[in-house]
């Protein structure tokens, strides 16, 4: 199959960019630097109806759960492999105010499809502290991302469309109808490079507000619960075991990949508010969260240069909005379909 885009990094942007023009049927090649530790890598993977401090429904989930669910779904099919884990999420609430909240938000009508009633205590007392109590959710869970992302990696390396190293804007040589990059032609160079985008000279002009984030690596008795629990932080038991535990939120760094003292030991003493039970760390990930500034997304070509494309700030929803955001962005690629104001990165 001739390539016809060049997508730079392959995280979840990147990935999900490449799935959805596979689907339909057109060439690309993934140029990646192939980082043993990535934001997307790092990621917990949630997939969470009712979030925020405001204990609000998701942005547009009853349209983006859906088609993420059918998108991991087919990819798993295809690699014979499992990514997407469907589990209940107990939110328990902080304090009086969020309890008041709740009170209010659990009326309203497009929450009501996500809660799911418990039989007994919501969770167990003698494990997890739950002064206010909470509820449970539904059409909610986790995908295991370094296992989608390398699994994929491994499927378009084996059809030749990925391959590990580094594209720089120097080496890009913009045509009339494309672009060249070591003597192959592209109709077009897309950049899903995550929050390093805002270091490049061509998108130095977007809001970009990024925050460093780690989750631990955790060993606790944790009295077999198998859901997510999050108050304060959320608590992801695994399959085989283990658990994580995140996430810290840190908008002015340096170093990407070294977290503060202060920001360890602030979400540490979060789990201690919320596990009554003795926990050793046993180690730590940390990545940067691609965020734009007013946007849950940003896609499209470069206003100055339609021959580069974009697909960037997915934030700590990538996992939802990745597979709905990529259609978009495919979908105007391919057949010119015009891209809503909120999301065009020309029109930002």
């Given at each position: 199959?001739?390539?016809?885009?060049?997508?730079?990094?392959?995280?979840?942007?990147?990935?999900?960019?490449?799935?959805?023009?596979?689907?339909?049927?057109?060439?690309?090649?993934?140029?990646?630097?192939?980082?043993?530790?990535?934001?997307?890598?790092?990621?917990?993977?949630?997939?969470?109806?009712?979030?925020?401090?405001?204990?609000?429904?998701?942005?547009?989930?009853?349209?983006?759960?859906?088609?993420?669910?059918?998108?991991?779904?087919?990819?798993?099919?295809?690699?014979?492999?499992?990514?997407?884990?469907?589990?209940?999420?107990?939110?328990?609430?902080?304090?009086?105010?969020?309890?008041?909240?709740?009170?209010?938000?659990?009326?309203?009508?497009?929450?009501?499809?996500?809660?799911?009633?418990?039989?007994?205590?919501?969770?167990?007392?003698?494990?997890?502290?739950?002064?206010?109590?909470?509820?449970?959710q539904q059409h909610s869970g986790w995908l295991d991302t370094a296992a989608f992302l390398k699994a994929s990696r491994d499927y378009f390396e084996k059809l030749g469309c990925?391959?590990?190293?580094?594209?720089?804007?120097?080496?890009?040589?913009?045509?009339?109808?494309?672009?060249?990059?070591?003597?192959?032609?592209?109709?077009?160079?897309?950049f899903c490079t995550g929050w390093e985008a805002a270091r490049h000279p061509w998108f130095d002009w977007v809001p970009f507000r990024s925050a460093r984030g780690t989750v631990?690596?955790?060993?606790?008795?944790?009295?077999?619960?198998?859901?997510?629990?999050?108050?304060?932080?959320?608590?992801?038991?695994?399959?085989?075991?283990?658990?994580?535990?995140?996430?810290?939120?840190?908008?002015?760094?340096?170093?990407?990949?070294?977290?503060?003292?202060?920001?360890?030991?602030?979400?540490e003493q979060k789990l201690r508010a919320l596990l009554k039970r003795d926990f050793l760390v046993k180690g730590s990930q940390t990545g940067v969260r691609p965020i734009i500034?007013?946007?849950?997304?940003?896609?499209?070509?470069?206003?100055?240069?339609?021959?580069?494309?974009?697909?960037?700030?997915?934030?700590?929803?990538?996992?939802?909005?990745?597979?709905?955001?990529?259609?978009?962005?495919?979908?105007?690629?391919?057949?010119?379909?015009?891209?809503?104001?909120?999301?065009?990165?020309?029109?930002?």
């Amino acid at each position: 199959m001739i390539p016809r885009f060049l997508i730079i990094g392959q995280g979840l942007a990147g990935t999900a960019l490449a799935w959805s023009l596979h689907q339909c049927g057109v060439g690309f090649l993934i140029v990646d630097r192939d980082e043993e530790l990535t934001s997307s890598k790092v990621a917990a993977g949630l997939v969470t109806p009712i979030t925020g401090m405001r204990l609000n429904l998701n942005w547009r989930y009853d349209t983006l759960y859906p088609e993420a669910i059918y998108f991991y779904r087919g990819i798993e099919q295809r690699l014979q492999a499992r990514f997407y884990h469907e589990v209940p999420i107990i939110r328990l609430l902080r304090d009086e105010k969020a309890a008041a909240l709740w009170e209010k938000r659990r009326m309203q009508p497009e929450v009501q499809p996500y809660l799911c009633k418990v039989e007994g205590p919501l969770v167990d007392d003698a494990v997890f502290d739950n002064p206010q109590g909470g509820f449970q959710q539904q059409h909610s869970g986790w995908l295991d991302t370094a296992a989608f992302l390398k699994a994929s990696r491994d499927y378009f390396e084996k059809l030749g469309c990925w391959q590990a190293g580094e594209v720089s804007w120097q080496d890009l040589e913009l045509k009339d109808g494309g672009v060249c990059w070591q003597g192959t032609f592209y109709t077009s160079a897309l950049f899903c490079t995550g929050w390093e985008a805002a270091r490049h000279p061509w998108f130095d002009w977007v809001p970009f507000r990024s925050a460093r984030g780690t989750v631990l690596n955790v060993e606790a008795d944790t009295g077999g619960e198998s859901r997510i629990i999050n108050r304060g932080c959320w608590l992801l038991p695994r399959a085989d075991g283990s658990l994580r535990v995140g996430p810290t939120y840190e908008l002015d760094f340096e170093d990407p990949h070294v977290p503060s003292p202060v920001a360890l030991a602030g979400l540490e003493q979060k789990l201690r508010a919320l596990l009554k039970r003795d926990f050793l760390v046993k180690g730590s990930q940390t990545g940067v969260r691609p965020i734009i500034q007013g946007h849950q997304a940003l896609i499209g070509r470069h206003p100055a240069r339609p021959q580069i494309g974009f697909m960037n700030g997915l934030g700590s929803k990538g996992v939802l909005r990745a597979p709905w955001v990529a259609r978009q962005l495919v979908a105007h690629l391919l057949e010119g379909a015009e891209i809503e104001a909120g999301l065009d990165l020309a029109g930002n």
